[in-house]
Structures are given as C-alpha cells and as structure tokens.
C-alpha cells in the first residue's frame, strides 16, 4: 500500500470517527456500491418525464419545457441568494462574485424568451392557451421568493399604498398590498380572482415565513451591514445596481415583448391565461419596482422603466 493510499485511508477514518460512525462499516458499503452513472446522478430519466401535453398541438411542448427551464433556473437564483443572506462573514469580495452569478441567471432568462418568442406558432398558442385557464406564470412561487430575499418589503408593496405601511406592519396585511396583488384583487370590491385564491391556497403560509425570514437578511440588507466603507466599493454597487435593473426593467421586457406577440394576435384580447391586466402588472412603468432604490439617482429613479 502506498503512503498515499494509507493517507487517504486515515483521512477517512478521521472522517467518520468524527460522526461515531464506523470506517469498516462505509467502506463495507463502497465494496458493494455500483458506480455511479451521468444519468443516475443528473436524473435524466424522471427530468424528461416530467413534460406532460394537455393538447396534442406540438408547440406546447415548447410551452411547457421551456417554463421548466425558467424554474430551474430560478432554483438556481435561489440556492446563491440564500448563501449570501445566511452568511455571517460576508465579504465585499464574496457578495460581488454572488450578484454577478445571479445577474447571469437572469441574463440567460432574458435572452431565452427568443426561444417563445419566435418557437412557437401563434395559432397553435391560441388554440392550446385556452386550456391552461386559468393557470398563470403569475403562479411561480419561485420568483416571489426571489422577491422576498432581494429587497425590503415595502419595495414589493403596490406604490398606492406604501405610505401606510412600514416595517412594523404586520406581514399578513403587508402580503394583502403587495404589487402583484392587483394583477388579481379587485381593489373596489376587494374580490380576488380565482387565480389568486389557488396561489394563495397552496403559498401564502411559505410566503409568509419567507417574509419573516429574510426581513433583516436580504441582499438589500446584507448590503447595508458591510462595514461603511465596504459599501462604498464600486464594484459591489455595480453588481447591485445591475441585477436590480436586469431584474426589474432588462427582464421584465423581455416577458412583456414575449407576451405581446402571441396575447395581442388577437383584436381585443388584454388578458392573460390567467385573467390579469398582464400590461399593468408587468410594466416597470406601472409598479415601479425597485430592489436598491437608494443606489440610483432621482432623474433614474423618475425615469425607471421607460
């Protein structure tokens, strides 16, 4: 046996000696273990099964794989947000490399919607969008979470009602002012839309511990307990400043320029699958959000969207 071999060996040993686990026992289960495979590791077999067609249209498979592909990806956005708002040695240096990665998730999501945009034909999309009623990529539970991790609450609330709530609100009637609530809330007779009742049915207890989770630990307040100097570092500011604007504006229309080529092929149509004001509610000129507000000027924060 070569030193090495034996260095490895003792290295392992320390290893499960560490957990009172015994060495024997996990290299008893090595002995028998099959190697691994690029397919069982990636789960390629149970990943491409999950494509399930509601209509026999083809272009609605392009429909589905490609919101799948959003959501892993949103996943992804997820998994660096939250290494960063559980961090407790955070370094300028750190959160930097962070938000770029972020910001290049979004990057990839941006461009992608060339792939709906110009991957599906329109007539198909009209025929086969009639059955997804009322289902709405408003439902991505996923990006409201990105949400709730990037920014302080108030910056989520729809701007007609900012001046009534703070950070002493409670969450339940925050969440009932939060911008996308109009996209499904009736505000004169206070009814909310079938679309909204389901998300809420199945999300809004999470969304309301995400809330009180990231409340002192979002990247906005990350930012803002680096020491002062720190939070003067161009480059970090340039990171903010540049996912909040891929985020909010760079994204955003991409979604809205996807979306008008199929919902406006047809005289009169305004409403998405779900029944929204898709306009309204997505238009950074409309709700006007903002994750780092205090990082931009106020000639761009008037001209926000435009």
Same mark, same amino acid.
């Given at each position: 046996?070569?030193?090495? =071999?034996?260095?490895? =060996?003792?290295?392992?040993?320390?290893?499960?000696?560490?957990?009172?686990?015994?060495?024997?026992?996990?290299?008893?289960?090595?002995?028998?273990?099959?190697?691994?495979?690029? @397919?069982?590791?990636? /789960?390629?077999?149970?990943?491409?099964?999950?494509?399930?067609?509601?209509?026999?249209?083809?272009? $609605?498979?392009? *429909?589905?794989?490609?919101?799948?592909?959003?959501?892993?990806?949103?996943?992804?956005?997820?998994?660096?947000?939250?290494?960063?708002?559980?961090?407790?040695?955070?370094?300028?240096?750190? *959160?930097?490399?962070?938000?770029?990665?972020?910001?290049?998730?979004?990057?990839?999501?941006?461009?992608?919607?060339?792939?709906?945009? $110009?991957?599906?034909?329109?007539?198909?999309?009209?025929?086969?969008?009639?059955?997804?009623?009322?289902?709405?990529?408003?439902?991505s539970a996923q990006y409201r979470l990105i949400e709730f991790a990037s920014t302080d609450? =108030?910056?989520?609330?729809?701007?007609?009602?900012?001046?009534?709530?703070?950070?002493?609100?409670?969450?339940?009637?925050? *969440?009932?002012?939060?911008? @996308?609530?109009?996209?499904?809330?009736?505000?004169?007779?206070?009814?909310?839309?079938?679309?909204?009742?389901?998300? $809420?049915?199945?999300y809004k207890k999470s969304f309301l511990a995400h809330m009180e989770e990231f409340n002192?630990?979002?990247?906005?307040?990350? *930012?803002? /307990?680096?020491?002062?100097?720190?939070?003067?570092?161009?480059?970090?500011? /340039?990171?903010?400043?540049?996912?909040?604007?891929?985020?909010?504006?760079?994204?955003?229309?991409?979604?809205?320029?996807?979306?008008?080529?199929?919902?406006?092929?047809?005289?009169?149509? /305004?409403?998405?699958?779900?029944?929204?004001? @898709?306009?309204?509610?997505?238009?950074?000129?409309?709700?006007?959000?903002?994750?780092?507000?205090?990082?931009?000027?106020?000639? $761009?924060?008037?001209?926000?969207?435009?």
């Amino acid at each position: 046996m070569t030193s090495e =071999i034996q260095s490895k =060996i003792d290295e392992i040993d320390a290893k499960y000696k560490a957990i009172n686990q015994k060495t024997e026992t996990h290299l008893e289960g090595m002995l028998w273990s099959k190697p691994i495979t690029y @397919w069982d590791y990636i /789960q390629t077999d149970p990943l491409l099964s999950l494509q399930v067609q509601r209509t026999t249209l083809p272009d $609605e498979m392009v *429909f589905i794989m490609y919101h799948q592909v959003n959501e892993l990806l949103f996943k992804m956005i997820l998994w660096e947000i939250n290494q960063v708002a559980h961090c407790n040695e955070l370094t300028t240096v750190l *959160f930097t490399d962070k938000l770029m990665r972020i910001s290049r998730y979004f990057d990839m999501l941006t461009t992608s919607f060339d792939i709906m945009k $110009e991957g599906m034909a329109v007539d198909q999309y009209l025929k086969f969008r009639n059955t997804l009623t009322p289902a709405s990529g408003f439902q991505s539970a996923q990006y409201r979470l990105i949400e709730f991790a990037s920014t302080d609450l =108030i910056n989520l609330i729809d701007h007609r009602f900012r001046a009534t709530i703070d950070r002493n609100t409670p969450y339940e009637h925050a *969440f009932e002012h939060l911008y @996308w609530q109009a996209a499904g809330k009736d505000y004169k007779t206070g009814e909310k839309s079938y679309l909204i009742k389901e998300f $809420e049915k199945k999300y809004k207890k999470s969304f309301l511990a995400h809330m009180e989770e990231f409340n002192t630990i979002n990247l906005w307040r990350k *930012f803002k /307990q680096l020491p002062e100097a720190d939070q003067k570092n161009e480059a970090l500011i /340039q990171a903010m400043r540049h996912y909040d604007k891929t985020v909010n504006i760079t994204w955003v229309m991409g979604h809205y320029n996807a979306a008008v080529k199929y919902i406006e092929s047809v005289p009169g149509t /305004q409403e998405a699958t779900g029944g929204s004001d @898709w306009k309204k509610y997505m238009l950074p000129k409309y709700q006007r959000r903002i994750f780092f507000p205090e990082l931009w000027s106020d000639e $761009e924060l008037e001209k926000w969207g435009e």
